[in-house]
T-cell receptor
Framework: NAGVTQTPKFRVLKTGQSMTLLCAQD?????MYWYRQDPGMGLRLIHY???????AKGEVPDGYNVSRLKKQNFLLGLESAAPSQTSVYFC????????????FGPGTRLTVT | AQKVTQAQTEISVVEKEDVTLDCVYE???????LFWYKQPPSGELVFLIR??????QNEISGRYSWNFQKSTSSFNFTITASQVVDSAVYFC???????????????FGKGTKLSVIP
């Protein structure tokens, strides 16, 4: 099992450009999440999905969109990147049920200039 | 609303010293889970432990131990005889049964950066 994978690992964008981050998991997990990590801020939830075809907003959703067309994939889109979106982005997944931890991907480091 | 506070931003210890990382949480849920994750300099997030709100037994795993006290809403993490490889950022996190309409969202603390000096 590859677990949770994220592509790309690094990306530099110019202000106003768009891009999509891909998260894939091969564990048949229902729940998937996108977080951003900024220095001194911990991880903050951007969007999440409780199953194929569903998405919902987290704590910091502005400027991002997501889609979950297939159960194994969760896409995070930036339509018009801003310098404030410079961050490390982590994807996570978990099975159904309260007693499970989230499994994290390796992260994507995004710089917006 | 849920909240996790890790008051220690950075800690430095000399190798072989013991160190305790503090975690205090707030939640209205009666059923919840607490977690610790480690983020080494390489950047990935490594799951360390999960503890549910009904189990206040302390847990020990090698040099790591965790003390859960519901009365003080704390879930502290102790590393005994620290090693250089323990240098990392450690995150405490909370998930309630009703978090985010059943999404089991994790609420993270801001992390404690531990530096173990040889």
């Amino acid at each position: 099992n590859a677990g949770v994978t994220q592509t790309p690992k690094f990306r530099v964008l110019k202000t106003g450009q768009s891009m999509t981050l891909l998260c894939a998991q091969d564990m048949n997990h229902e729940y998937m999440y996108w977080y951003r990590q900024d220095p001194g801020m911990g991880l903050r939830l951007i969007h999440y999905s409780v199953g194929e075809g569903t998405t919902a907003k987290g704590e910091v959703p502005d400027g991002y969109n997501v889609s979950r067309l297939k159960k194994q994939n969760f896409l995070l889109g930036l339509e018009s990147a801003a310098p404030s979106q410079t961050s490390v982005y982590f994807c996570a997944s978990r099975p159904t049920g309260i007693s499970y931890e989230q499994y994290f991907g390796p992260g994507t480091r995004l710089t917006v200039t | 609303a849920q909240k996790v506070t890790q008051a220690q931003t950075e800690i430095s210890v000399v190798e072989k010293e013991d160190v305790t990382l503090d975690c205090v949480y707030e939640t209205r849920d009666t059923t919840y889970y607490l977690f610790w994750y480690k983020q080494p300099p390489s950047g990935e997030l490594v799951f360390l432990i999960r503890r549910n709100s009904f189990d206040e037994q302390n847990e020990i795993s090698g040099r790591y131990s965790w003390n859960f006290q519901k009365s003080t809403s704390s879930f502290n993490f102790t590393i005994t005889a620290s090693q250089v490889v323990d240098s990392a950022v450690y995150f405490c996190a909370l998930s309630g049964i009703y978090s985010g309409a059943g999404s089991y969202q994790l609420t993270f603390g801001k992390g404690t950066k531990l530096s173990v000096i040889p």
